[in-house]
Nanobody, 125 residues
Framework: VQLVESGGGLVQAGGSLSVSCAAS????????MGWFRQAPGKEREFVAA????????KYVDSVKGRFTISRDNAKKMVYLQMNSLKPEDTAIYYC???????????????????WGQGTLVTVSS
């Protein structure tokens, strides 16, 4: 599975932004997907994940109620809709694919085999 993110940019605090991840490869429909982010000087952290069917999702507490992860298996796309953005959401956002087919989305980046190149999201105060 190869992954390419798009949609990052600059947005004011309180605004919204959607980032997308285009996947290639025949196994995408059976691949759990996640979004991670890395801010300057910080470690990469889990943001959101969705299982292969799209029926199960997980979020880090800091984005619950503001971010929504979704997928379209027919289009081989994963999305992260981000609302009520805060300056602390500023980071490079990475799309990732899990190497196991699981019903429960996983949050540990070690469990993810496939990674995109990242897209920068900057939230100004």
């Amino acid at each position: 599975v190869q992954l390419v993110e798009s949609g990052g940019g600059l947005v004011q605090a309180g605004g919204s932004l959607s980032v997308s991840c285009a996947a290639s490869g025949r196994t995408f429909s059976y691949t759990g997907m996640g979004w991670f982010r890395q801010a300057p000087g910080k470690e990469r952290e889990f943001v959101a994940a969705i299982n292969w069917s799209g029926r199960s999702t997980k979020y880090v507490d800091s984005v619950k109620g503001r971010f929504t992860i979704s997928r379209d298996n027919a289009k081989k796309m994963v999305y992260l809709q981000m609302n009520s953005l805060k300056p602390e959401d500023t980071a490079i956002y990475y799309c990732a694919g899990d190497y196991l087919v699981t019903e429960v989305p996983r949050t540990d980046p070690i469990m993810y085999e496939y990674w995109g190149q990242g897209t920068l999201v900057t939230v100004s105060s």
